[in-house]
């Protein structure tokens, strides 16, 4: 069965700083990746996603995400953090091979402070 | 375009009492899921379907609950004997195909008194 870890729940960071958002996942077969954002008050938002071919994927409002199969990770990163980043992300893995669902992580909490 | 909607927006109910929430999943997609979401917590897997195939129901918390999605479209959440448990918004997403990214609607707020 596949799962997902985020081994944060929380994270602070200061405003212009680069920001890491922890995710490690296990699956049996090929894993599709994803990340979501939920600002306050809002839906789901997606980020982006690794399906299959370069490790770094580049998704919306300037984050990006590093596929590594060695580590069973999939790190959310930017490289100068906003206040607007402010929000919940998830991390989901489905299994490519013998999954039909999505799995989601339990969230980590992106503070950036000004 | 038009995204996922869901309605109601927002529910109360008193416990013992059956709820039926609506989600109509962005056309041509054919892939749509029902998630529930505690307060500020992640994201619950409840029921997926998946074109003409049989629903994958293994996250349905109980047999009070069920789900159907009608001509492959819209899709109804039933809740029955509701439970003050079960108050939670519910999610509701549609992909177009099972290794994209789902669109999430706005959700539906359930609150059993």
């Known amino acids: 069965a596949q799962s997902v870890a985020q081994p944060e729940d929380q994270v602070n960071v200061a405003e212009g700083n680069p920001l890491t958002v922890k995710c490690t996942y296990s699956?049996?077969?090929?894993?599709?990746l994803f990340w979501y954002v939920q600002y306050p008050n809002r839906g789901l938002q997606f980020l982006l996603k690794?399906?299959?071919?370069?490790?770094l994927v580049k998704g919306s409002y300037g984050f990006e995400a590093e596929f590594n199969k060695s580590q069973t990770s999939f790190h959310l990163k930017k490289p100068s953090a906003l206040v607007s980043d402010s929000a919940l992300y998830f991390c989901?893995?489905?299994?490519?091979?013998?999954?039909?669902?999505?799995?989601f992580g339990p969230g980590t909490r992106l503070s950036v402070l000004p | 375009g038009a995204g996922v909607s869901q309605s109601p927006s927002n529910k109360v109910t008193e416990k013992g009492k059956d709820v039926e929430l609506r989600c109509d999943p962005i056309?041509?997609?054919?892939?749509l899921y029902w998630y529930r979401q505690s307060l500020g917590q992640g994201l619950e897997f409840l029921i997926y379907?998946?074109?003409?195939?049989?629903?994958?129901k293994s996250g349905l918390p109980s047999d009070r609950f069920s789900a159907e999605r009608t001509g492959g479209s819209v899709s109804t959440l039933t809740i029955q004997r509701t439970q003050q448990e079960d108050s939670a918004v519910y999610l509701c997403?549609?992909?177009?195909?099972?290794?994209?990214?789902?669109?999430f609607g706005p959700g539906t707020r359930l609150t059993v008194l």
């Open positions: 997403a549609s992909s177009l195909g099972t290794i994209d990214e789902q669109f």
């Open positions: 989901a893995v489905r299994d490519g091979n013998y999954g039909q669902n999505f799995v």
């Open positions: 690794y399906i299959t071919g370069d490790n």
């Open positions: 699956v049996s077969g090929n894993p599709y």
């Open positions: 379907f998946q074109g003409n195939s049989a629903p994958d």
């Open positions: 056309s041509g997609h054919t892939a």
